[in-house]
C-alpha cells in the first residue's frame, strides 16, 4: 500500500550510453608477463622494462 517506493531511474538519456569504441576492456593479454609493463608496440619480442620475452598475440 503505502510502502512501495516510485522506480529510480538513472538521468542520462539513451544516447549516453551509445558504443563510442575505443580501448578493449581488459589489456591483461597485453601486459609483461614478468613485470606487467604495458608494451610500447604489440610487435615488440622482449619487454622494454625488463626485458623478458613477449609472446605474439593476435
Keep these: 500500500m503505502g510502502d512501495e517506493q516510485p522506480e529510480q531511474r538513472d538521468a542520462r538519456t539513451d544516447e549516453e550510453f551509445t ?11 597485453r601486459l609483461c608477463p614478468q613485470c606487467d609493463a604495458v608494451p610500447d608496440d604489440p610487435k615488440d619480442a622482449t619487454c622494454w622494462r625488463c626485458g623478458a620475452e613477449l609472446h605474439p598475440r593476435d
Excluded: F, S, V
Design 19 to 29: 558504443e563510442e569504441g575505443g580501448d578493449p576492456a581488459c589489456w591483461l593479454n
